[in-house]
C-alpha cells in the first residue's frame, strides 16, 4: 500500500541535523536510522528552512534541529508523478510548518475492444 508520513518525528538522523553547542545523543539517531532502513522508508528532501525546530534559547543553551520531514515508501512514489516537502513560514511555534505537495499519476486504460458481426 502507498503512504506518506508527515511531521515531527522528535528526532534527527545525524549530526548534520542539529547545530547547537551540545552534541545530540546518538541512541535516537541510530534507532530512527535502524527503523527506516527496516521498512525500507524514503526521507523525502524538504526545501526551505534548513532546520524546522529552534529551542528559543539564547547563548550556549541555543539548539536547532531538522525534526520534522517526509517519509514515505517505494509504492507511495509510484504512484505520484511530482512530489514537493517545503517549510512554510514560522509564526508562533517553535517549528516550521511543512507543506506536502503531490500529484498522483493518472493511469489511463484503453481498452482493445473489438466487434465481430457473424
Not at 534507532?31 to 529552534?54: N, V
Not at 514537493?84 to 517553535?94: A, G, K, N, Q, Y
Amino acid at each position: 500500500m502507498p503512504w506518506n508520513f508527515i511531521g515531527d518525528f522528535n528526532t534527527i538522523l545525524g549530526a548534520y541535523e542539529h547545530q547547537g553547542c551540545y552534541p545530540p545523543s546518538r541512541i535516537p539517531m541510530q534507532d530512527f536510522q535502524s527503523w527506516t532502513d527496516t521498512y525500507e522508508l524514503l526521507h523525502l528532501p524538504t526545501r526551505g528552512a534548513l532546520y524546522t525546530w529552534k529551542n528559543g534559547r539564547g547563548g550556549r543553551r541555543f539548539a536547532q534541529r531538522s525534526l520534522d520531514r517526509s517519509i514515505c515508501n517505494q509504492a507511495w512514489l509510484d504512484v505520484c508523478s511530482t512530489t514537493s516537502c517545503s517549510t512554510l513560514l514560522r509564526l508562533r511555534s517553535d517549528q516550521y510548518p511543512l507543506l506536502l505537495e503531490f500529484k498522483t499519476t493518472e493511469v489511463t486504460f484503453t481498452p482493445n475492444f473489438k466487434f465481430l458481426k457473424m
